[in-house]
């Protein structure tokens, strides 16, 4: 397994699976069976997803040391704020059967993010998270955060696939060294990208899939990447990267794919806002997941 460098020093996988929208525990727990079984050693989780309990069944049912895997977990907009973020903090780690993250992220930079990242600064200083980071901060708000507070995030986990490129942010991100974490690698299924011609023909060339030149496109340009799939066949395809490279044409080619924006999450529009603020959640159980 590829790893890549944090600006604090500690090593993370460069190509993990993810667990959103997993909401059957069973189903969860046997997807990260066959992705741990498969190779992979980073696991993203959130608290809101309300699969952290069968994320921890499957780390202990793999047999696998937990320090061989990396895990990572968010706390979401209800719990912001220093006092509830160290509560939602120690349910996390009940949920998933541990002592210590790997990497422990704000979820939505929203509510009392600062309160949060206060509160994960002390738990990072004492030892019980690896490393801290942040999802959805766009340049603004991610620099703000970094010259009013001690710790730069090492992690900022963002919608990124071809069609958005986050390339603006990159260069921000790059300047204090954070590692950009794809969300939504293949945009969801969205224009088509499974079909896309020019995906196509570039697998072509090195019998892969779209999907895994995707994922090897991100390899490239050092980004970190969470894929999912409940599909044992998909989760080995999508591990199945490190047999070939893209050409330097190739990797202009996808460049020029991007279109400067999001396709999935605005995190600027005041709708979204709205939504993600009356998203309702219990950690063991998710209700009512939109209004």
Same mark, same amino acid.
């Given at each position: 397994?590829?790893?890549?460098?944090?600006?604090?020093?500690?090593?993370?996988?460069?190509?993990?699976?993810?667990?959103?929208?997993?909401?059957?525990?069973?189903?969860?727990?046997?997807?990260?069976?066959?992705?741990?079984?498969?190779?992979?050693?980073?696991?993203?989780?959130?608290?809101?997803?309300?699969?952290?309990?069968?994320?921890?069944?499957?780390?202990?049912?793999?047999?696998?040391?937990?320090?061989?895997?990396?895990?990572?977990?968010?706390?979401?907009?209800?719990?912001?704020?220093?006092?509830?973020?160290?509560?939602?903090?120690?349910?996390?780690?009940?949920?998933?059967?541990?002592?210590?993250?790997?990497?422990?992220?704000?979820?939505?930079?929203?509510?009392?993010?600062?309160?949060?990242?206060?509160?994960?600064?002390?738990?990072?200083?004492?030892?019980?998270?690896?490393?801290?980071?942040?999802?959805?901060?766009?340049?603004?708000?991610?620099?703000?955060? @970094? /010259?009013?507070?001690?710790?730069?995030?090492? %992690?900022?986990?963002?919608?990124?696939?071809? *069609?958005? !490129? +986050?390339?603006?942010?990159?260069?921000?991100?790059?300047?204090?060294?954070?590692?950009?974490?794809?969300?939504?690698?293949?945009?969801?299924?969205?224009?088509?990208?499974?079909?896309?011609?020019?995906?196509?023909?570039?697998?072509?060339?090195?019998?892969?899939?779209?999907?895994?030149?995707?994922?090897?496109?991100?390899?490239?340009?050092?980004?970190?990447?969470?894929?999912?799939?409940?599909?044992?066949?998909?989760?080995?395809?999508?591990?199945?990267?490190?047999?070939?490279?893209?050409?330097?044409?190739?990797?202009?080619?996808?460049?020029?794919?991007?279109?400067?924006?999001?396709? @999935? /999450?605005?995190?600027?529009?005041?709708?979204? %806002?709205?939504?993600?603020?009356?998203?309702? *959640?219990? !950690? +063991?159980?998710?209700?009512?997941?939109?209004?």
């Amino acid at each position: 397994m590829e790893t890549i460098c944090l600006n604090n020093d500690v090593s993370m996988p460069q190509l993990g699976f993810g667990v959103f929208q997993i909401t059957d525990e069973e189903v969860c727990r046997q997807s990260v069976l066959n992705a741990l079984k498969t190779g992979y050693r980073l696991i993203d989780t959130a608290a809101c997803y309300g699969n952290e309990r069968a994320v921890g069944a499957a780390v202990r049912d793999s047999g696998i040391a937990r320090e061989e895997i990396f895990l990572t977990s968010k706390v979401w907009i209800q719990d912001a704020g220093y006092e509830k973020t160290k509560k939602s903090f120690e349910k996390t780690l009940e949920n998933l059967g541990t002592d210590y993250l790997d990497l422990y992220l704000i979820h939505m930079p929203y509510g009392d993010y600062y309160g949060s990242w206060k509160a994960m600064e002390e738990l990072y200083k004492e030892g019980k998270i690896r490393a801290i980071g942040v999802c959805n901060f766009e340049a603004d708000r991610l620099t703000d955060l @970094i /010259l009013n507070n001690e710790v730069t995030p090492a %992690v900022n986990q963002m919608e990124m696939h071809p *069609f958005c !490129q +986050q390339k603006n942010l990159r260069d921000v991100m790059e300047q204090y060294q954070i590692k950009m974490m794809a969300w939504a690698p293949f945009a969801e299924g969205m224009n088509g990208i499974f079909t896309n011609e020019l995906l196509k023909s570039i697998g072509e060339t090195y019998g892969k899939s779209p999907a895994q030149v995707i994922l090897r496109w991100m390899r490239q340009n050092g980004i970190i990447a969470i894929p999912k799939s409940v599909h044992e066949e998909r989760i080995r395809e999508n591990y199945a990267i490190d047999d070939f490279a893209l050409s330097p044409e190739d990797m202009i080619q996808i460049s020029q794919m991007d279109t400067g924006r999001s396709h @999935i /999450l605005e995190i600027r529009s005041l709708a979204e %806002v709205y939504r993600l603020f009356h998203i309702r *959640f219990e !950690q +063991q159980n998710i209700t009512d997941i939109l209004i």
